[in-house]
């Protein structure tokens, strides 16, 4: 995790494995009416929200004590598909969250993923870059603003979600997966609870507490291999605000303010 990034089609991108995936996906990979992705910034909740959507497609297959994510990560279940290529999929979707909680939480887990030899990476460092746009598939508000105008176009295809709804309010918008993803919740399931199972199952709680997810390592690659457990933090809205500096909250509300004006869209 120390390979410099390449600015390509608008986007920063490591060399070796997201470029040569996309690059991949560009010449081959024949999307299906019926197949789903995902398509999250970096730390916007992606596990999370991988883990719901598995969960949600896959429910009739899998009793809740002998249910898949209790044994295997989120990663895996629900592959990369610019790291793994051959994932399978229908639709868009889009997760996103405040700029100051993912800047924090991207600098934190870069810096568990750096060498030891080499010395820190410095919030002020990723701070200076971020609001460059020079992060990973950054910049961020690119990401955001790209899918936010293809999500009001086509809103049957791309549904556009905030890490903040699904924390205010998990009911609504796994129940919003279910209908997007083409697995609505029968009112016979939501009586049992099954909707609460789900959630229960895929909370950060549970989640970070499983043996898979506190000892097994995602492969990347050949060399790049990150712990499950760096995946897991502390899940909460605006915990970016307890190491950014009053300035820097205040450069990069004004950045986002300024990218989103127009948009319709709030962070
Ligand atoms: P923090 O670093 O703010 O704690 P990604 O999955 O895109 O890498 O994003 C990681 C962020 O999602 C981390 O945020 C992590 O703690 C949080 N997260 C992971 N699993 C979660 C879950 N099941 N529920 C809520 N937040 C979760």
């Not at 629900?78 to 405040?98: E, K």
């Not at 991207?106 to 971020?130: D, I």
């Not at 549970?206 to 995602?218: A, G, M, P």
Request: one cysteine or more.
């Amino acid at each position: 995790m120390t390979e410099h990034l390449v600015h390509y089609q608008g986007f920063w991108l490591t060399p070796r494995t997201a470029l040569k995936g996309l690059l991949w996906i560009q010449d081959h990979f024949k999307p299906r009416p019926t197949d789903i992705f995902v398509a999250t910034s970096p730390k916007t909740d992606t596990t999370w929200l991988k883990a719901l959507i598995f969960a949600t497609v896959n429910r009739t297959r899998y009793g809740f004590s002998e249910h898949t994510l209790l044994t295997t990560g989120p990663h895996d279940c629900f592959p990369f598909l610019d790291i793994f290529v051959d994932g399978n999929h229908r639709s868009l979707q889009d997760l996103d969250g405040d700029p100051k909680d993912v800047l924090v939480s991207k600098w934190l887990f870069m810096n568990k993923l750096r060498p030891k030899q080499l010395p820190p990476f410095s919030l002020e460092e990723a701070f200076g870059l971020f609001c460059q746009g020079i992060s990973h598939y950054g910049p961020y508000w690119d990401h955001v603003l790209g899918y936010w105008k293809a999500s009001l176009e086509t809103p049957e295809k791309i549904l556009f979600l905030k890490y903040e709804d699904l924390k205010m309010e998990p009911f609504a918008v796994v129940k919003r997966l279910g209908e997007f993803t083409g697995y609505p919740f029968s009112l016979e399931e939501e009586s049992e609870g099954v909707v609460e199972e789900m959630l229960k199952l895929c909370s950060f709680e549970n989640l970070s507490d499983l043996e898979v997810n506190k000892t097994s390592v995602l492969k990347f690659s050949r060399d790049i291999m990150v712990d499950n457990r760096h995946f897991f933090r502390k899940g909460e809205v605006g915990d970016g605000k307890n190491y950014l500096t009053e300035d820097m909250i205040q450069r990069l509300n004004a950045i986002t303010a300024d990218k989103l004006h127009g948009s319709g869209l709030v962070l």
